[in-house]
């Protein structure tokens, strides 16, 4: 049997797999984030470990699994975060994690010291507020007693391996998504190190996605319930490893799109795609050679969560479930209402850490179906623009398989295939993806699977939702009004931020 851990924005997607990789039993166990003002967001590495154990043990107990059973251990981690280790491994302070923007400052500063063109070729990413890099500067910066303390950076899934085997390395899909990282070289990048000023030595050793790191030791095993000895493989970061989980392993698999809190249009290449104009990025692949071009957003299935939140306090699954089927029937667009899903600021296309959300054109009776139906399609519009700008790099984007938690709605696949143009199908497996990819690349590195090649057969298409050309053609003109509205608005951010 296999064990995987997907470490997300809100909470651990832990799965049991047989030896052939198929998914036998999966299990979620959440935590707490924490939203400031100026783009903070932290989370405590302690509630990821918690959590690791609490869902190990549940799989372990549920399915009446013996811990000898258990081959080996894979995990998948929220990627671009911060977290910060003494000598002792242990926490000095919150983790920043990938949504946290307040190193607007630090990043700048690398930048004019590098170049963003230099930064690009180097990285395959855009300097920015969210990569690792600029917010281990910040806490050097603004909390110089807390960075004294620090001996060690990584990224959440390195955290949970040190804790499960003591040693502390990363993976080049993590390593790729600090903007530290050279890409070509496939080392940690000294330019870059330099101009933010942080010593290579905090930084861990970075080895193939597939490595065995080490064993399950006494005192983890006591938390997890596994045997001691239980081999770990190192696994990568989610937006690599999720590719895995939706069969895209070889640049002849397409396209998929992940509809979790950030969301985003991904696929695979043999070499770096690198766009003129920035707006995508490329991280190394966990699959050996390979990379992933992707073009991300902030807050995807995070736009949705939010307004659920608003309209339905408190809601059940249920209530939720009512509100997206609500919004099938209403206008949004088709009526002038519009939504800029810019909650935490954004990543592609813009790379603007400043800019926010909106609701454009709203009129007194619009009501909850009408506003949950904009932020789909805002969300639809903005991956659109993503999509285009992968085409317009070189890609080819036919069709796009989803996944994430987002996938399980009807009325969203058939707005995303609307707007996009393109089929869009939903695979068995969602919301576990994460955890598959990582049970996958586990059992590559440990031997108990051949090769990447059998994540295909790990998932099928269960339902494909055909683009409307009529519809289509509507909303590629929205899309432009879509667009405006971003532009329009930018000098308005800016008035808003000068006024505080």
């Not at 509100?323 to 519009?338: I, K, M, N």
Request: glycine letters at 12%; a negative charge; proline letters at 5%.
């Amino acid at each position: 049997m296999i064990i995987a851990h997907d470490l997300g924005t809100t909470g651990d997607k832990a799965s049991l797999h047989d030896a052939q990789g198929r998914l036998v039993a999966a299990v979620t166990v959440t935590y707490d984030t924490r939203y400031g003002t100026g783009g903070v967001v932290e989370q405590d590495p302690h509630d990821w470990w918690r959590a690791v154990g609490e869902a190990t043990r549940r799989l372990l107990a549920e399915t009446g699994t013996s811990p000898s059973a258990v081959r080996v251990v894979g995990l998948s981690g929220q990627m671009m975060g911060a977290v910060l280790l003494d000598a002792a491994y242990e926490p000095v302070r919150p983790a920043l994690i990938w949504a946290d923007t307040r190193s607007g400052e630090q990043c700048e500063r690398v930048a004019a010291a590098v170049g963003d063109d230099r930064a690009y070729a180097l990285t395959g990413h855009r300097l920015n507020p969210t990569y690792s890099l600029h917010k281990v500067a910040w806490v050097r910066e603004h909390e110089p007693e807390v960075f004294a303390r620090i001996a060690h950076v990584c990224l959440a899934k390195d955290f949970v391996v040190q804790r499960l085997t003591g040693r502390l390395v990363t993976d080049p899909s993590d390593a790729s998504g600090t903007n530290a990282y050279d890409q070509t070289a496939g080392v940690w990048s000294a330019e870059l190190l330099a101009a933010a000023g942080i010593d290579p030595a905090l930084l861990p050793e970075i080895v193939p996605s597939t490595s065995i790191v080490g064993t399950v030791t006494a005192a983890a095993a006591a938390v997890t319930g596994l045997r001691p000895g239980t081999p770990v493989v190192a696994g990568g970061g989610d937006g690599p490893i999720a590719a895995v989980g939706a069969g895209v392993v070889s640049p002849a698999d397409g396209a998929y799109v992940y509809l979790g809190s950030s969301s985003w249009i991904s696929l695979a290449s043999e070499a770096p795609l690198l766009d003129p104009g920035k707006r995508t990025m490329t991280f190394d692949h966990v699959v050996p050679g390979l990379y992933v071009p992707t073009a991300t957003m902030q807050a995807g299935g995070g736009s949705l969560a939010w307004i659920s939140e608003v309209l339905r306090p408190g809601a059940d699954e249920e209530r939720f479930r009512s509100l997206v089927a609500a919004a099938g029937t209403a206008q949004a667009s088709g009526e002038g209402l519009y939504f800029l899903p810019h909650l935490l600021g954004e990543r592609s296309p813009y790379w603007d850490p400043e800019t926010r959300g909106a609701f454009l054109g709203v009129s007194r009776h619009h009501g909850p179906a009408h506003l949950t139906r904009a932020v789909l399609e805002g969300v639809a519009f903005n991956l659109y623009t993503c999509l285009l700008a992968l085409r317009e790099a070189g890609a080819s984007v036919d069709a796009v398989d989803a996944i994430g938690g987002g996938a399980a709605s009807d009325v969203w696949l058939g707005i995303l295939a609307d707007v996009w143009g393109v089929p869009v199908r939903r695979r068995t497996i969602a919301e576990e993806a994460g955890s598959l990819g990582a049970a996958v690349t586990a059992g590559v590195g440990a031997g108990v699977l051949g090769s990447f090649a059998v994540a295909g057969t790990l998932s099928q298409v269960t339902a494909e939702f055909e683009p409307d050309s009529q519809r289509h053609e509507a909303y590629v003109r929205r899309h432009a009004v879509f667009r405006d509205a971003y532009d329009r608005l930018e000098s308005w951010h800016r008035a808003a931020r000068e006024a505080r």
